[in-house]
């Protein structure tokens, strides 16, 4: 039986979301903390989840396609340690520590990681690869498994599409507008790329029912202030029955700081993403959202999106705000996701690796679909 699941695993202040249907293995960012592999931290190790879902046959991990939102370190952490960089027809003959390393398919960017206004000693292994690919493109070794390359965004070719019959996206951000970040002439730092993140809407069908996830980096809410004004003669586009909340449950994609230090909540802003498809989960991929002044995640960010949750069905609303890092008896598990013909099932048992084994069992909140 074919996996269809969709993984958000836990990373803190970061996002990994995984995607597996039609045997294709989507990842949108990552976040891989080297304190992961030290068994006297707390951080989980996701590496072999990975690696599991990722072997095409002995030595060989490949996965279809790595998004990355925006080039900032929390979307991007542990990228060299985990993937291999390189001309793929080198990678059968990889040196043996370096075994477990996965083959990127394809990579897809947003116009802004084409030409970064920085680079961090995290991204810029990353920028390499991306170089070298986007010197590749047009060309006939840039369409081999291991070269290839999209930049996505409004405007462009690949603002719709589809992997397989069964998945298919739409960008909603960035425009060209929002993804062309420069610094500002003397500042001592650099502009913030969250403005640049991509905003896709997958459509996922499995046995002729389709689930929607809406995946969307850092995008702020000047961001989410457009995407409502383009779309809200048309909030059909904007559904989905899964949201991972942008930047980690922030404030910022809701609301703007004002200058006494409080924060004036967007109506747009709130109403793109007060999009669900009949009961809606919202996933906050971020470390403990505690009644304090953090951000992210925010406090106030989170009771918007109950609020939003239990409009939807009121419910269980609480039980479908999930959070990776406190997701199993308050420490860090996968959210796991089994994706079928009535929508998004949630797992009991997180672990990708259990999913792989235990296929459409252990459901524990199946709602009801629009």
């Keep these: 039986m074919a996996l269809n699941n969709l993984t958000n695993f836990p990373v803190g202040n970061g996002d990994t979301t995984l995607i597996e249907v039609d045997e294709k293995t989507i990842l949108t960012d990552v976040n891989y903390r080297m304190g992961a592999v030290d068994p006297d931290e707390d951080e989980y190790d996701f590496a072999p989840d990975w690696q599991k879902a990722c072997l095409v046959s002995f030595k060989d991990y490949r996965l279809s396609v790595f998004v990355l939102t925006h080039p900032d370190v929390d979307h991007l952490r542990g990228f060299t340690e985990l993937f291999y960089c390189g001309d793929p027809d080198t990678y059968k003959n990889r040196k043996s520590g ?11 960017i947003s116009p802004h990681a084409e030409a970064p206004n920085y680079e961090t000693d995290d991204s810029k292994l990353m ?36 992997l397989t019959a069964n998945i298919s ?10 993804a ?92 793109a993403l007060d999009q669900f498809d009949g009961d809606g989960f919202v996933v906050s991929s971020s470390k403990k959202v505690k009644r304090n002044d953090d951000n992210p995640p925010s406090w106030e960010a989170k009771q918007k999106y109950l609020g939003m949750l239990k409009k939807a069905k009121e419910k269980e609303h609480e039980n479908r705000f999930l959070n990776p890092d406190t997701h199993k008896d308050d420490k860090p598990e ?3 996701f089994d994706l079928t013909k009535s929508g998004p099932v949630l797992k009991t048992a997180g672990t990708a690796s259990f999913a792989k084994n235990s296929l459409g069992s252990g459901a524990v909140i199946s709602p009801t679909y629009g």
């Design 169 to 178: 996206w739409e960008v909603l951000a960035p425009t060209l507008d929002e």
């Design 127 to 162: 920028f390499k690869e991306i170089d070298r690919r986007l010197a590749l493109r047009g060309t006939t070794s840039g369409e081999k498994d291991g070269n290839r390359i999209k930049t996505l965004d409004t405007d462009g070719d690949h603002k719709t599409g589809s």
């Design 334 to 336: 996968p959210v796991v």
């Design 180 to 271: 062309n970040i420069e610094d500002e002439e003397d500042s001592p730092e650099h502009a913030s790329s969250n403005d640049s993140s991509l905003v896709i809407r997958w459509m996922l069908k499995v046995d002729g029912g389709v689930t929607r996830v809406l995946i969307a980096g850092d995008a702020t809410v000047e961001v989410w202030d457009r995407i409502w004004n383009d779309y809200k003669r048309n909030t059909d586009r904007l559904k989905r029955h899964i949201l991972l909340a942008p930047h980690h449950c922030s404030r910022g994609v809701m609301a703007r700081k004002q200058e006494d230090d409080s924060y004036e909540f967007s109506d747009d802003a709130l109403r």
């Design 98 to 108: 370096d075994e477990k390393l996965i083959l990127v398919e394809e990579m897809w």
